[in-house]
């Protein structure tokens, strides 16, 4: 029994993935799903100049890219905001 290869997913794939996820972003303002949505454009923009092998890559690379950019700025995006708004 051999390991499974998924095909690579479609940059443009990617790539509207991202936006819709960033336009989600708007109505729940959680400051979360931007940072995925930034993630999947990049990696859609990554896969457009250089090919993955398949799309467990590229999903890796999603996660890695989302979760580092949710890690260095989502703190400083929402206080940013809050301050702003006058919330804060």
Do not use: C
């Not at 989600?24 to 990554?46: C, H, N, P, T």
């Not at 950019?69 to 804060?88: A, S």
Request: glycine residues 6%.
């Amino acid at each position: 029994m051999g390991i499974t290869i998924i095909e690579a997913i479609s940059p443009i794939i990617l790539m509207t993935i991202g936006l819709v996820l960033i336009i989600f972003e708007a109505f729940v303002m959680s400051f979360v799903l931007i940072w995925f949505g930034v993630g999947f454009f990049m990696v859609g923009i990554l896969s457009h100049h250089f090919a993955f092998n398949d799309a467990i890559w590229q999903l890796a690379a999603v996660s890695m890219v989302s979760m580092l950019l949710l890690f260095l700025l989502r703190t400083k995006f929402v206080r940013y905001f809050m301050e702003e708004d006058g919330i804060n």
